[in-house]
């Protein structure tokens, strides 16, 4: 029998979100270096997924958090402060990442 974390990590939920023109380019050429240099499709989907589970690994918290402003230079002061930590959780990403079928369904 499955845990209910086992069975919610296979659920995925649809999210509507606005951006900018400027980071749907970027997410659109992150899918395309990704496609043209390897073969394989990597939608707009799966890199925000990515990014979620990082910041989750990273226990980046939503606390006193008031501005896009204040995420980011937290944000910048966890890569900055952090290194082994961030090889730790890069090295956690490639492991088990394609183990999440959320993610491959992109």
Not at 1 to 27: G, N, Y
Not at 79 to 87: D, K
């Amino acid at each position: 029998m499955k845990t209910p974390t086992e069975l919610q990590a296979k659920q995925a939920h649809r999210v509507v979100t606005f951006l900018d023109r400027a980071q749907v380019d970027f997410l659109d050429k992150l899918g395309k270096d990704a496609l043209f240099s390897t073969g394989v499709k990597f939608p707009r989907t799966r890199v925000i997924s990515a990014l979620i589970d990082l910041l989750r690994k990273a226990n980046v918290s939503g606390e006193g958090l008031r501005s896009d402003q204040e995420l980011e230079e937290r944000l910048i002061r966890k890569l900055r402060s952090s290194t082994p930590e961030i090889q730790r959780l890069a090295g956690e990403l490639t492991g088990g990442s394609h183990e999440n079928p959320a993610r491959l369904r992109g």
